[in-house]
């Protein structure tokens, strides 16, 4: 089973250091990392979402994810 995992980053400049420690501890259950931010008129925005493929460990994954952030799932 594999699940895709969107994390709503609401501040990406305070929360991108913890996130990357998630993601890099779980990092070969990981197939596949998306970012994606809004550009605003001549500057990048503060704000985004991180999509990852997860490939095993789906829920102890989304449980460490969700203490921090506000996240979605979808397993297939």
């Avoid at 089973?1 to 501890?25: F, H």
């Avoid at 102890?60 to 297939?76: G, T, V």
């Amino acid at each position: 089973m594999s699940a895709i995992i969107g994390i709503q980053v609401s501040n990406r400049i305070e929360e991108a250091t913890k996130l990357q420690e998630i993601l890099t501890r779980y990092g070969c259950l990981i197939k596949t990392r998306i970012g994606l931010h809004d550009m605003g008129e001549y500057k990048c925005l503060n704000y985004g979402i991180v999509l990852i493929q997860v490939v095993d460990k789906i829920n102890e994954i989304y449980d460490e994810l969700s203490k921090h952030w506000q996240i979605q799932i979808m397993k297939f």
